[in-house]
């Protein structure tokens, strides 16, 4: 099948030889030159043993495929910036081990992984690019699909997000889509530099979790003006314990609505109270050289929320 001059050829991670017919497996293998391994599991209530699965073993089966392929240059291995788990302060691009543990399966699935990947850098041109979250496009606003962080703008417009893991320290990191794609393709291409690992994120720009509440309530009443009228008070962020206690609350007592918003925020909010900040020194110095620049996190979100508002998060179908 050819898109915009592309062929694609169908596989799958979980299976061996990625899953690939005998005969497209043999040409891969002599024609690859590059490879972005993006595939994952992005789940943050998956069990361990289901993340792993795909981060881990996928990501272990295609470092194999990538050491048989007789012209190999580049292999790009995405990851997140989650994998610093429950670690605070300042997270570097050159840093991984850590024994903080993690908020969910996912993180720690990831972390694996990329342990993989950088145990695999002795032998293969490999290179590690962590993601933050990816919030949706700029100006246009669109989310092809809505994860966790939309649908807690969903149920913080109808009433039901009441508070939040946090503290004042806590930043929230999130980039638009067309800067993700962008810093993918420079770094994976002309910026590719074996061994290295680069965070594609906000940094210091990213806002603090209150500003974030603000900026979502704020584009709620500048959107759709009947919603100021119904007077919502804004979630309030407390601690991580008082979180879990009203979350084990909700559980045993609440309506099915309340269960679902407290479930969507339970496998990954809690990141929330452990405050760090994600330095991408190294990736600036790279992606700025490209006059590849972020957009502005604070439009980008607005934009986004206006999206969601006008498709009653429900993003109309790709063909």
Same mark, same amino acid.
């Given at each position: 099948?050819? /898109? ?23 040409? =891969? ?6 490879? /972005? ?10 069990? =361990? ?76 041109? /490999?290179?590690?690019?962590? =993601? ?22 969903r149920f913080l417009y109808n009433s039901l997000l009441p508070m939040m893991p946090g503290t004042d +320290? ?54 759709r003006p009947a919603w100021r009228r119904r007077a919502i008070e804004k979630p309030s962020i407390v ?10 609350? /909700? ?27 994600? +330095? ?40």
């Open positions: 099948m050819n /898109v915009a001059g592309v062929q694609l050829v169908e596989g799958d991670i979980q299976s061996a030889g990625l899953g690939l017919d005998a005969g497209w497996r043999d040409e =891969l293998l002599t024609r690859v030159t590059a490879i /972005v391994h993006g595939a994952a599991l992005t789940r943050f209530d998956a069990p =361990l043993d289901t993340a792993r699965a795909v981060n881990v073993e996928g990501t272990r089966r295609v470092l194999e495929f990538a050491e048989r392929c007789t012209r190999l240059e580049r292999v790009t291995v995405l990851s997140t910036i989650y994998v610093a788990g429950k670690r605070t302060g300042i997270i570097r691009e050159t840093e991984l081990d850590h024994d903080c543990g993690f908020v969910n399966a996912y993180e720690q699935s990831k972390y694996e992984a990329e342990q993989l990947a950088r145990a695999a850098m002795a032998r293969l041109p /490999v290179m590690v690019v962590r =993601l933050s979250t990816v919030v949706g496009a700029h100006g246009s606003g669109a989310v092809g699909k809505p994860a966790a962080i939309h649908h807690a703008m +320290d806590s930043l929230v990191d999130l980039i638009s889509t067309g800067y993700a794609v962008a810093a993918i393709r420079h770094l994976s291409e002309r910026g590719f530099t074996r061994g290295a690992t680069f965070h594609v994120c906000a940094a210091g720009e990213a806002p603090r979790e209150a500003e974030l509440i603000d900026l979502v309530v704020e584009a709620f009443m500048r959107y601690e991580l314990p008082t979180f879990e206690l009203f979350r084990e609350s /909700v559980e045993a007592v609440a309506d099915p609505v309340l269960r679902a918003s407290v479930a969507v925020l339970a496998p990954f909010a809690p990141q929330l109270a452990f405050p760090k900040i994600f +330095d991408d020194t190294q990736c600036r110095a790279i992606l700025d050289g490209a006059g590849i620049h972020r957009d502005a996190i604070r439009d980008t979100l607005k934009d986004v929320v206006r999206f969601l508002i006008e498709t009653n998060w429900t993003p109309p179908c790709r063909s």
